[in-house]
Every structure is written in C-alpha cells, then in structure tokens.
C-alpha cells in the first residue's frame, strides 16, 4: 500500500524564524506533491505543488522535492502567527487518479 | 459565494437514518470527490467521479454510496448511519490532466451520528 508520512506534531517555531516541514513517500513512481493548509475548522486549501526535483519557490514558501530520497519539505520563511495550522502532504502516484494524503503536521507560530 | 458549496454544514442524526449531503460547484470541473477526516487519520477517499457517467469507490466506501446528478453536483448518502461514520466531510473538485492533485474543498459537512 502506498504511504505518506508525516510527523504529526505539534512543531513549535518563533515568530520570523524558518519552519521546516517534512514528508516521506512510499513508492519511487510517484508523479505529482502537493502542501495543503489547513486552518483550525476550515477546509485544506492548496499552497504549493511541486512535480519535478529540486526547490520551487512561491513567496515565503519553498518546496523542495527529492525523489531519490523519496521526501518533499515544505519551509516557510519568517513564519507569522498567520502560519498556525496544519500542513497536508499529498503524493500522486503515476498511473493514479487520485491523491494520497498524508495525516498532517500541526504548526504553531509563537510570537 | 464559495465555488464549492456543501449542505448541511452541521448534522446530528441518529443510528440507523439516512443522511444525503450535498455538493455542488462552479468551478466547471468534470471531476469531484468525498473525502472524510477524522482526527490523527488524515483525509481518505470515500468516492470519486470523473464525470456524470463516471463514478469509483475510494478507500472506505462501504457504508457510503453517491450519485453524480449534474457536472456540478455530487451528493453522498449513508443509508443506514451509524456512529463510526461521525466524522468532517469534505467535497473536493479538481481540473484534469496535471491539475488532478489540485483539488478545492468546500467548507465540510460535520456529521455526528448518536
């Protein structure tokens, strides 16, 4: 059964420090990585893909993905308090329809 | 407006009724899916359609079944509730081709079944 993993948390960072987020996959064919966010009683929303090695930048978000390792991280620059949630990992897997979530790290942006 | 809308937000039944929720969208996608969330499980696929003719079971679908009336409507039924599926719903849609893991969730149905 293909897997993703993730650590459940809670990740605790100061307030304009870098946190870092990370997720393993299980199987090398894999396609397609996603970070979802989501906010406390709200719905995941998407804020980075990324489908091939190495880093994409889009803001203060960096995913960076290394296929032969088989992990995707998510870092966020100068964290702010705005950034408490938690972090969805999602793998498609080649051949798949359909996304495979990981479980979620909670993120808490101290002031 | 949300481009995915589900109702109800909120539902507490009782074991054994049936419970229909609801999805509709407007973001012109062919494809959507339900997904349930329950604390330290993550989001697991419950069904999926690609479109009107086109409707698959997920990772958990026993218990649940679903009915795709329109492009832009995708509703799931628990025909017979019972506690174990008290959980968030949460309809997703999603373009095709290499936007298929770009999914947009509505705001989730809460569900408790007493």
């Known amino acids: 059964q293909k897997e993703v993993e993730q650590n459940s948390g809670p990740l605790s960072v100061p307030e304009g420090a870098i946190a870092s987020l990370n997720c393993t996959y299980s199987?090398?064919?894999?396609?397609?990585f996603f970070w979802y966010r989501q906010y406390s009683g709200k719905s995941p929303e998407l804020i980075m893909s990324?489908?091939?090695?190495g880093d994409k930048e889009d803001g203060r978000f960096t995913a960076q993905l290394n296929k032969a390792s088989q992990y995707v991280s998510l870092l966020i620059r100068d964290s702010q308090p705005s950034d408490s949630a938690t972090y969805l990992c999602?793998?498609?897997?080649?051949?798949?329809?359909?996304?495979?979530f990981g479980t979620g790290t909670r993120l808490t942006i101290i002031p | 407006d949300a481009d995915v809308t589900q109702t109800p937000r909120n539902r507490i039944t009782k074991t054994g009724k049936r419970i229909m929720l609801e999805c509709s969208q407007t973001?012109?996608?062919?494809?959507m899916y339900w997904y349930r969330q329950d604390p330290g499980l993550g989001l697991r696929l419950i069904y999926y359609?690609?479109?009107?003719?086109?409707?698959n079971k997920g990772e958990i679908s026993d218990g649940y079944s679903v009915s795709r009336q329109a492009q832009a409507k995708f509703s799931l039924s628990l025909e017979s509730a019972i506690p174990n599926q008290t959980a968030l719903y949460f309809c997703?849609?999603?373009?095709?081709?290499?936007?298929?893991?770009?999914?947009?969730f509505g705001e989730g149905s809460r569900l408790t079944v007493l």
């Open positions: 997703a849609t999603s373009g095709g081709g290499p936007k298929i893991g770009e999914l947009f």
């Open positions: 199987d090398r064919v894999s396609q397609s």
């Open positions: 990324i489908y091939s090695n």
């Open positions: 999602a793998v498609r897997y080649f051949g798949n329809e359909k996304l495979t």
């Open positions: 973001k012109g996608h062919d494809r």
């Open positions: 359609s690609f479109d009107v003719k086109d409707i």
